[in-house]
């Protein structure tokens, strides 16, 4: 049985501040193996903290600590990326990107640092450097993220017929 995992994507030509939530099926992450169980007991604030996140998110505990446990184990392995959104997305600290979107801009410079800084100033040698050694560590998320941006105009009408192109 697939996991559910809601995403957020703004939807080219239509009304500007809307951005459209749906749920797809990840067969990947169903099959992701599990560790053995280990118990452990959060401090005060900690526990709060996760109590609240999963109160304010609806998943459970387990979940909620085992997403900041991974999320803080990749930002030591990655100084200079943090995470955001629904579903979680690395992104480079100051480029204002994620790390899939930023492997998505070298891919259409066709890996031209130079030209594609050129274009976007706030993207820095530090941060395509990041991008770059995230998705050589993390290629499937990566791609999953490029594959679901992929997604045609038309898929995204079907999924939401409310959804009304400006003029």
């Not at 903290?49 to 184990?73: F, I, K, P």
């Amino acid at each position: 049985m697939g996991a559910l995992i809601g995403i957020a994507l703004p939807l080219q030509g239509f009304l500007p501040s809307f951005q459209a939530r749906y749920c797809v099926i990840d067969p990947a992450m169903a099959e992701a193996k599990r560790s053995q169980p280990f118990s452990i007991r959060l401090g005060e604030m900690a526990d709060l903290l996760v109590t609240d996140e999963a109160r304010s998110s609806g998943r459970s505990r387990n979940a909620v600590v085992e997403e900041l446990a991974e999320e803080a184990a990749k930002t030591r392995l990655f100084p200079g990326l943090g995470f955001r959104g629904n579903p979680r997305r690395a992104w480079a600290i100051g480029s204002g990107l994620d790390v899939w979107e930023l492997i998505e801009l070298l891919r259409s410079y066709d890996d031209s640092d130079s030209l594609l800084r050129l274009h976007h100033p706030l993207v820095g040698e530090r941060h395509l450097q990041l991008a770059r050694s995230y998705a050589e560590r993390f290629p499937d998320e990566i791609e999953r993220f490029l594959a679901l941006a992929r997604q045609p105009i038309e898929e995204t009408v079907s999924l939401f017929p409310f959804l009304q192109r400006q003029s």
